[in-house]
């Protein structure tokens, strides 16, 4: 402890701590994130943050993905955003290590991460990303240098330290208010959280020499703010690489009119809409490196005004004149209404493209025709998506009663992320024996909500009834035990179960199974049959 004798030395007089190495591999650690983003996703949107580690309060709360809260720090929304955060974290982040040390600024920049994106979960539902609550948390920690050890700052620093804390503080707000994605309640948290972690963790001009105790603390804190980094940062890396679910998350639709409303219809958000084509009056809507659509409505050929058979045959010979290989050719619902559906593939130059024409007739005087093209590897990913837009589609002056696949489809646009309604569109989908959608939407469910017996026995059915190549009893047993562990007595999930046990050749576990669900409804004939059916 310094005496009248021999006064404190100032900060300058202070030994240096080590280089500010740490400051600097932040910044290079945010950089690339925001380039391998996006050179994976060709930009940068809200899908691709969704996918990639962002702050998402349903998926955080309901998902249990609460690494989103330290991953979130290292993702930006475009370029001005990311400038704005590495010049802060550039300037002020070496000052906040040589005052705390190496491990002592990786605990307080993890404190600002943390409690920024805890304020933000907690005010906004919205997603958001940024590594500012953590940069705020630093200057949290400048404040409470310049105030409660102010001793160690020379007076004639006082004035500068003040005023480029106050630049700072203010270029922090302004991105919260210009920059999407970004809110200023995580720039208070944060700055809250780190303030109070520099309070208590004590830079080095005021420390005296740490005691064993003090020194394993902080060797054991700054391991595990090390490994809970590293295993936020892989598990954004995982759902970066393979998160296709994470399409249907962040796709929000937004509602759209033609032609003065002759045509409205929803599009996925950040869709451009290119006009309304000459030659065939077809409206069309694009997203750069993702896919495109095409809306018309149109006579059928040759005057078959209404008849979507006539206008889906000729449209088929159309494409086959243009060499295009006809996938598949099936009768989907659009609202109550039955429509063609033709799936077609196109080489262009050196890639390979889907077509997909829907074909509906709205009233009897006219049909609708709605064209969508994507990349081959982007097919599976958009077709919820493009089923969407087409569900979407109203015709001024006609008025279609609102039945019950109108209503679901209606749900699904509203509330893409309810898992419920998630549930409701996979049997719809199983129904129409289209099964890779409809496993796409019970996973979505389960990664929404982990724990949803529903969404488990539902997946569990559909391995049972998908097609000969892709039917898996194993994981169809898997998904029943799980649905049973939840809600063990009900007699549905083990009916699901036994089934499930039979197609996987275990005849023993399938009748102990079908026993227990007739146990549970013995008026119900379907289990009593079940029994009867798998006794020996």
Same mark, same amino acid.
């Given at each position: ?37 996006? &050179? ?38 475009? #370029? ?42 907690? /005010?906004?539902? @919205? ?9 705020? $948390? ?27 804390? $106050? ?20 720039? /208070?948290?944060?700055?809250?959280? #780190?303030?109070? /972690? ?10 005296? @020499? ?31 690489? @393979?998160? #296709? ?35 065939? #009056? ?121 039945? /019950? ?8 646009? @509203? ?40 969404? &488990? ?5 559909? &391995? ?30 083990? &009916? ?41």
């Amino acid at each position: 402890m310094a005496t009248a004798q021999q006064p404190i030395p100032s900060v300058d007089e202070r030994p240096a701590a080590a280089r500010p190495v740490l400051s600097y591999i932040l910044v290079v650690a945010c950089g690339a994130a925001f380039a391998a983003l996006y &050179h994976l996703h060709g930009g940068i949107d809200l899908l691709t943050l969704v996918c990639s580690g962002a702050k998402d309060r349903e998926l955080i709360l309901q998902g249990g993905e609460w690494w989103r809260l330290v991953s979130a720090g290292f993702l930006h929304a475009d #370029g001005v955003h990311l400038a704005a955060n590495l010049l802060s974290l550039a300037v002020i982040g070496p000052q906040v290590e040589r005052l705390w040390g190496t491990a002592r600024f990786l605990l307080v920049y993890l404190a600002g991460l943390v409690g920024g994106s805890l304020a933000s979960l907690a /005010a906004t539902p @919205e997603a958001s990303v940024g590594a500012s609550g953590a940069i705020c $948390g630093l200057l949290g920690a400048l404040i409470v240098f310049s105030t409660v050890y102010r001793r160690f700052l020379p007076p004639e620093r006082w004035l500068p330290a003040w005023l480029a804390l $106050g630049a700072a503080a203010a270029l922090q707000v302004l991105v919260g208010i210009l920059v999407p994605f970004v809110d200023n309640a995580g720039h /208070a948290g944060g700055f809250v959280a #780190g303030g109070l /972690a520099a309070l208590a963790l004590r830079p080095i001009p005021a420390r005296s @020499e740490p005691s064993p105790i003090a020194r394993i603390g902080v060797a054991v804190a700054c391991a595990g703010a090390v490994l809970l980094t590293a295993y936020s940062l892989a598990m954004a890396a995982d759902y970066a690489l @393979e998160s #296709g679910w994470a399409f249907l998350v962040g796709v929000q639709m937004e509602p759209c009119s033609v032609e003065g409303g002759e045509l409205t219809l929803s599009v996925p958000r950040g869709w451009t809409y290119e006009g309304r084509s000459s030659e065939d #009056g077809a409206h069309t809507f694009r997203r750069q490196g993702i896919g495109g659509m095409r809306v018309r409505v149109a006579p059928g050929p040759q005057g078959q005004e209404g008849d979507v058979r006539g206008f889906a045959q000729w449209l088929r010979g159309e494409r086959l004149k243009a060499e295009g290989r006809l996938l598949a050719e099936r009768r989907v619902k659009v609202g109550d209404q039955i429509a063609a559906d033709l799936l077609f593939q196109h080489r262009v130059g050196s890639e390979t493209q889907r077509h997909r024409d829907v074909v509906f007739s709205p009233s009897e005087a006219r049909v609708v025709h709605v064209s969508c093209a994507c990349l081959e590897p982007s097919y599976d990913l958009l077709e919820i998506v493009f089923d969407k837009v087409i569900q979407s589609i109203r015709v001024r002056g006609v008025r279609e009663p609102r039945g /019950a696949t109108q209503q679901l489809w209606e749900r699904a646009i @509203e509330r893409p992320r309810d898992p419920e309604v998630c549930v409701a569109l996979a049997e719809h989908y199983a129904q129409e024996k289209r099964f890779a959608p409809a496993e796409r939407l019970l996973r979505l469910a389960l990664r929404i909500r982990p724990g949803y017996a529903e969404a &488990h026995d539902r997946l569990a059915d559909l &391995h049972l009834t998908a097609p000969p190549a892709e039917r898996r009893p194993d994981r169809a047993v898997s998904h029943a035990l799980r649905a049973i562990a939840i809600q063990p007595d009900k007699p549905r999930y083990l &009916h699901t179960l036994a089934r499930a046990y039979e197609a996987a050749g275990d005849r023993p576990n399938a009748l102990e199974a079908a026993r227990r669900a007739a146990a549970l409804a013995p008026t119900d004939a379907l289990y009593s049959d079940l029994v009867k059916r798998l006794q020996p």
